[in-house]
């Protein structure tokens, strides 16, 4: 499947560079914002494809001295923006005609995406609600190009009300900051110790083998090639 890797990289770029200069002026005109600038900041690699950070401790220190409200717009604000970060940066990998194939004729894949295409949307929704990992649906939504409006929109769904619920809880429980530095420490451990441990269909030199050669496809592309929103699947059809 061929992808404009070229595009999805200068959007990458041109995204990044606003996120970092709105990220400055904020901190420089709206002090008083700087903490919900900083949860944003931090929410995005916590939630970027699979990430070993934990987005959660950081949202109940904040929300200890700022309100509820703004901490879960930080959070939504950085979850959108990884959202879009993870369809632009690994649509071109995952869709690699020498990465896809070790996914894409697992018996495993195929249940799960067609169950998956069913209520695409309202599985993303009660999954980004719940504290259930949501980076095996993420992985669905990009590797069966479910729209990136539609996935967008279903985070604004799903996230919204988790995060302004953990804002709340962070306010009136007030924990420690030691503990949620603790929380924070504890779980990222488990979490590269799980990645280490599991056995990986993808290697890293395969990864790495991916990349170099989509970064070649992309210098030579023609800019006129398909976006992948025309190429989406019946998953996209409906919400």
Known sequence: MKTNSR???????????????????????????RDAVGLALYTIPSHMFVSPFNHEWLLLLVAKSN?????????????????????????????????????SRTGLYQKSVALFRKWPFWALVIIGLTPVPFYPIKFLAIADNYPLKKYLLALIVGRTPRYYALAYVGQELRLPTWSLLALALAILVF???????????????????G??????????????????????TSSGKSL
């Open 7 to 33: 595009r999805n990289w200068v959007n990458f770029a041109v995204s990044a560079g606003f996120v970092g200069l709105a990220a400055a002026l904020v901190f420089w005109a709206f002090p008083h914002l």
């Open 191 to 209: 979490g590269i110790a799980q990645y280490r441990k599991g056995d990986k269909d993808l290697t890293l030199s395969e990864i790495e083998e």
């Open 211 to 232: 990349i170099a050669s989509e970064a070649g496809d992309t210098a030579t592309a023609p800019s006129t090639s398909p976006t992948i929103a025309a190429q989406s």
């Open 67 to 103: 309100p509820a409200l703004w901490c879960a717009l930080a959070s939504l604000a950085g979850c959108l923006i990884a959202g879009m970060w993870d369809y632009w940066l690994f649509i071109p990998l995952i869709h690699h005609p020498r990465i896809r194939p070790k996914y």
